[in-house]
């Protein structure tokens, strides 16, 4: 469903992304981890079309997008949703305006407009906040509202950035079933990224270990806890190094 092969992204003769080559099936789960600033956004604004690499290819469901202009790109978005780090919400509409923001050419009544969006809420947990603006929603609504306009779309790929960063353990294992539901339903292919361990073991099919804009490991989840890969060790001991100093200092 999706395929990079040798990606390699120059902005300003800085190294961002280089050699990235990586490849998702159908309904798979594909996680990117990685330290901040490796490169992880950029790779999903890249499948997304959102910019263009400097070198190698993007395949979408087996088409070549690179070379794309706008609008055969706005085609590639109608299949490939994006749910932004910052939930990137439209601050002037309402909640029912931002989630039904792909069907607001769709000659459909107010009725049936209405019903979508509750259903489509009612998908992410949230009930009754239609009328609302995004200024007056918590984080966690917001990014649940985020994901909720891009389920919207019935897209056939889902790339999400960071879906449970800054969010409650709670709601945060509500946006990983989630993630695997939409799956199971719907045959959706996700690519995750996201810096907690524990989640994306729990949802991956394969994960990836992004450094310094290269792919250090790929491996299935089974493969990463069994491995003697030296980078991989630091990099999971040093994430929970990282959460028992927090765990101490709570
Ligand atoms: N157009 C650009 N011009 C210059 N530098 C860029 C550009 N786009 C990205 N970068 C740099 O590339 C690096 C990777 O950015 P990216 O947002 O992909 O990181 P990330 O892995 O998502 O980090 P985080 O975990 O903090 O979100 C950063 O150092 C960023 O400043
Ligand atoms: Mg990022």
Do not use: C
């Amino acid at each position: 469903m999706l395929e990079l092969r040798d990606v390699g992204y120059y902005p300003d003769g800085i190294t961002v992304l280089d050699g990235v080559s990586f490849s998702v099936k159908k309904g798979q789960i594909f996680v990117i981890m990685g330290t901040s600033g490796a490169g992880k956004s950029t790779i999903l604004r890249l499948i997304n079309g959102l910019i263009k690499p400097d070198r190698g290819e993007i395949f979408v469901d087996r088409e070549e997008i690179s070379g794309y202009n706008e609008k055969k790109l706005i085609e590639i978005r109608k299949k490939v949703g994006m749910v932004f780090q910052s939930a990137a919400l439209f601050d002037s509409l309402t909640v029912a305006e931002n989630v039904g923001f792909a069907w607001r050419k769709d000659r459909i009544s107010q009725a049936e407009f209405r019903k979508r969006v509750a259903d489509t809420l009612k998908v992410v947990g949230l009930e009754g906040i239609e009328d609302r603006m995004p200024s007056e929603l918590s984080g966690g609504m917001k990014k649940r509202v985020g994901l909720a306009r891009a389920i919207a779309m019935r897209p056939e790929v889902l790339l999400y950035d960071e879906p449970t960063s800054g969010l409650d353990p709670v709601t945060s294992n509500t946006i990983l079933g989630l993630i695997k539901e939409l799956r199971q339903k719907l045959g959706v292919t996700s690519v995750v990224v996201t810096h907690d361990m524990q989640g994306a073991l729990a949802i991956a099919d394969q994960v990836a270990i992004l450094s310094q804009g290269k792919i250090a490991y790929v491996g299935t989840v089974e493969e990463i806890k069994n491995t003697s890969d030296k980078l991989v060790k630091s990099f999971i001991n040093g994430l929970e190094v990282h959460e028992s100093h927090l765990s101490e200092a709570r």
